[in-house]
């Protein structure tokens, strides 16, 4: 095996793992955004990114960065969306807690008022055991969702710096396989550009080699 490939190879391996984690975030965002043609919105923005960086030119090499920005915004927003999601939750649950737990006790309150005037009015008159037998089971239901809100209410709350950490340590990860991608495909397109110069230097002596003879 050539020796030369053998040393790309592990360049080559990291940067098709780190592009192919890039896609998969970066497609599930395009598609979001524009439908089933994201897919190609996505692995243009790509492929045009992988291009630019290999051309080792430097207006192609800040048109490359704009194209790396736009492949890493995608992932970023799909990554963190769900932990910011699970964070803005998180914030607002104590104050719905405490909501449900006015609109439990009043509407116990109230079941608890509805069946000692049932009971008044059943002793002197029939017909009212449905509505006291209703009631009851009311009144055990919201009892029960009582107990489950007062359950929910001692389980720990996670801190916010927990979820913090956890949009940080993404978008991190992603800014480095991004880097990763610009380091190695330049890193495997290099040689080819010192090749090329390499092999124009002979024929530019070869040229200046005829234009002296046919002076002389």
Not at 47 to 57: E, K
Not at 175 to 200: D, G, H, P, W, Y
Not at 207 to 212: F, G, N, P, V
Request: hydrophobic share 50%; proline share 3%.
């Amino acid at each position: 095996m050539n020796k030369s490939l053998l040393m790309k190879a592990p360049a080559a391996i990291l940067l098709i793992a780190a592009a192919t984690l890039m896609q998969i975030h970066s497609i599930e965002f395009w598609v979001d955004q524009a439908g089933t043609s994201g897919i190609l919105w996505s692995l243009l923005l790509e492929g045009a990114a992988l291009w630019l960086w290999a051309s080792h030119s430097g207006w192609k090499s800040a048109l490359g960065l704009i194209a790396s920005l736009l492949v890493l915004a995608g992932p970023l927003y799909q990554v963190s969306s769900p932990a910011i999601k699970t964070w803005q939750s998180s914030n607002a649950l104590p104050g719905l807690q405490v909501k449900q737990e006015a609109i439990l006790k009043a509407e116990i309150l109230s079941l608890e008022n509805s069946l000692a005037q049932y009971n008044d009015n059943s002793a002197n008159r029939v017909g009212w055991s449905g509505r006291i037998d209703a009631t009851k089971a009311s009144l055990e239901t919201a009892n029960r969702e009582l107990k489950q809100l007062y359950k929910e209410q001692s389980q720990p709350i996670a801190m916010t710096w927990q979820s913090l950490a956890v949009i940080a340590m993404q978008a991190i990860s992603l800014v480095l396989f991004q880097l990763l991608i610009v380091l190695t495909i330049r890193s495997l397109t290099v040689n080819q550009q010192v090749k090329a110069v390499e092999c124009s230097k002979p024929k530019k002596k070869a040229a200046t080699t005829t234009r002296l003879a046919l002076a002389a």
